[in-house]
RNA sequence: GGUCCGGUGGUGCAGUCUGGUCAGCACGCCGCCCUGUCAAGGCGGAGGUCGCGGGUUCAAGUCCCGUCCGGACCGCCA
């Protein structure tokens, strides 16, 4: 038997046991005579001793970090006063009675496991051996219990898993396209998937109405720390169902699958409507983790001679305790709200029985100073921060320094999500003047806006809702659904404000709106993005560290050297030509 | 497409502003010593086109221009 047992399993109760483990040397410390070793598998490190008259003991001498080895010996506890206790194999040592080596190994390139953080290009292009580090082993295993979880609360409702095509046709709208090239068609294309929306939305017309998938989607644009070229959505849809339903069974999955990721109970499930958010957090994604909500003034500011002051909005926010921060500090946050496109940024610390020292202090009537102070419940010692002009813009400066300020490290302060609701249908106006669609042209207006999406035009539109809901945790967007249209007159209605005539729908959305003439059932869905989600559950800012071989922000993956230039042959196999090629970049050796 | 930060032995960094013993530190690696360490310890050693190209200068890791790569962000992501 090649082992027994894995070397980072091994505890006190195994004491006596004779075993046989194998891993990589992950240190050795070599006595002279006795030889320690350190061997790391899949499940941990187990201290290896290697007495100087053992059979290994020549063996032990010529190993190397890295080595694979495959070690025989009897578990023992360890003597008096050596227990380890950083490791939970520490109290126990494997005493070798043979030692193999049954892989050696150059001096790697990277540190591995180790304090030490190497470059990121360095840790992609030796991915496989920066995979045998703590970080992401935790991190891979924690993320395949997310998908696990996922997988076992959606089979208990009854989904079903159906998996819809990678080679499928470009849609217009959306993200660029991952396109390629139809050999048997020379001229003509796929496009990846940027998400399954369509499919999933056709398997309820199949009377699937209940499926999942977590499914792989891809998108041309410009990755980020939270997103990758491609990337995996857990994507629900549901048909007899409301918007209740779908947030329902959702905030099971991810809560169940968040509590066993983690080990640690997620806070209450919050709700907030969107217009809401955006007062009080100036985003659309809070994190609800800290207050420092956002106040509106324009009660205290109504009939104020401070020009500065008489705006449509004027939103403050306090800053408990930071009354002594530095000028320095606070010409800063000024100009960091100017960058965020505001006219200017209103600093007060909050002196003794409520005194306001302000640049702004003198032009404000007593009776303001006094609401403003009761309207931010601001006390001695703190920072008030205000800002006046549009509403939009107000709240986006201040929800922007509300997470400058105060935002925690992303593996502190719980798990808090938030559903947010009834999103605007649109998103602003084109250059045309016609509305721009939030989600896609198939989202369920909120049924009180029925009538204004009826009879409004242009900026009257920008009000109207939509059934939509967003699933945020920690002020990340873990993702989006939405009620869908199921129904041809509405969809026509949506269609005519977005400015789509019923010839360009065919063109764009023809297969689908042909399935809806053949009974659509009323339905609903979501998808969670994966990466985002384990990354938050894993404490990590940034989602390659949950990505088992990612890609750098240009989009090359330096293990493979993906892109490649393609082979003539082939190219012309696919009846490609390729235009204006850049230089050809180094091979990666 | 844009803004900002970074690129110095295998790795992580200092040195760049103020050009001239500035090629330095730590880890790793190699050798020797060492029987209870756990980031073992001691002694010794090897190892660097300072990302690349051009320019300024008597002299460039250091200043200027360009370029490549990595990262953060903006645009983009229905």
């Known amino acids: ?167 499928i046709a470009s849609m217009p709208e959306g993200a660029r396209d991952f396109v390629v090239p139809s050999r048997l068609q020379p001229g003509s294309f796929y496009a990846l998937p940027q998400s399954p929306q369509l499919f999933k939305q056709l398997l309820m017309v199949g009377g699937f109405d209940r499926y999942y998938q977590i499914a792989r989607c891809l998108r041309d644009e410009d990755p980020r720390s939270d997103r990758q070229f491609e990337f995996m959505q857990f994507d629900i849809e549901m048909s007899f169902v409301d918007g209740e339903d779908v947030m329902a069974v959702v905030t099971e999955a991810a809560v169940t ?101 302000s640049p702004v202090a003198k032009f404000l009537s007593e009776a303001e100073q006094l609401g403003l102070v009761d309207a931010l419940g601001a006390g001695s010692g703190d920072l008030l921060l205000l800002v006046a002009g549009e509403r939009a813009i107000a709240n986006r400066v201040l929800g922007t320094l509300r997470l400058d300020l105060a ?30 669609p939030a989600h896609h042209p198939f989202t369920m207006p909120h049924p009180d806006d029925l009538e204004l999406l009826a009879s409004g035009q242009g900026e009257e539109l920008l009000a109207a809702r939509s059934q939509s809901y967003d699933l945020v945790l920690n002020g990340w967007e873990l993702g989006s659904g939405s009620v869908r249209i199921h129904r041809a007159d509405m969809q026509q209605q949506v269609f005519t404000a977005l400015g789509i005539t019923p010839e360009d729908a065919q063109v764009r959305f023809g297969f689908l709106l042909d399935a809806f003439r053949y009974g659509a059932p009323p339905h609903a869905g979501f998808a969670i993005g994966v990466d985002r989600f384990a990354a938050v559950l894993a404490g990590e800012e940034n989602i390659r560290e949950v990505v088992a071989f990612p890609k750098t922000q240009s989009g090359a993956d330096p293990l493979t050297g993906a892109p490649t230039p393609l082979d003539p042959a082939q190219l012309k196999e696919l009846g490609l030509q390729v235009v204006k090629r850049p230089e050809a970049k180094k091979p990666k050796s």
């Not at 324009?298 to 002594?324: L, N, S, Y």
């Open 257 to 357: 699958a968040a509590e066993e990721a983690t080990g640690e109970l997620p806070g209450a499930v919050e709700r907030i409507t969107w217009h809401d958010a955006m007062e009080r957090y100036g985003t659309d994604k809070p994190d609800l983790r800290f207050g420092l909500e956002l106040v509106d003034l324009g009660e205290v500011f109504a009939a104020t001679e401070f020009r500065a002051f008489q705006a449509p909005a004027v939103k403050g926010i306090r800053v408990p305790g930071e009354g002594g921060v530095a000028r320095a500090r606070l010409d800063a946050l000024i100009e960091r709200a100017k960058q965020l496109g505001a006219a200017g940024l209103v600093w007060m610390r909050v002196g003794e029985a409520g005194a306001l020292d």
């Open 1 to 167: 038997m090649m082992r027994t047992h894995r070397a980072g399993e091994l505890r006190r109760d195994h004491a006596g046991a004779t075993v046989a483990v194998c891993g990589w040397v992950a240190t050795r410390r070599d006595h002279g005579g006795v030889v320690f070793l350190d061997v790391r598998d899949a499940a941990g490190v187990v201290q290896v001793v290697v007495d100087p008259e053992a059979p290994g003991a020549e063996v032990a001498h010529r190993v190397r970090s890295e080595f694979v080895v495959r070690v025989e010996g009897e578990v023992r506890p360890r003597p008096e006063g050596t227990v380890n206790e950083e490791l939970p194999t520490g109290e126990v040592e494997v005493a070798a009675q043979r030692l193999e080596v049954l892989s050696e190994a150059e001096a790697p390139p990277i540190p591995i496991g180790g304090r030490q953080e190497a470059d990121e290009l360095l840790r992609y292009r030796y991915r496989y051996l920066d995979l045998r580090g703590d970080r992401l082993q935790r991190n891979l295993r924690q993320r395949a219990v997310v998908n696990r979880v996922l997988r076992r609360v959606m089979d208990g409702h009854g989904f079903v898993e159906v998996e819809t095509p990678m080679l």
């Open 407 to 436: 935002r925690p490290p992303v593996d502190e302060g719980g798990l808090r999500f938030v559903w947010v609701v009834e999103f605007p249908l649109f998103e602003g106006l084109d250059d045309e003047g016609r509305p721009i």
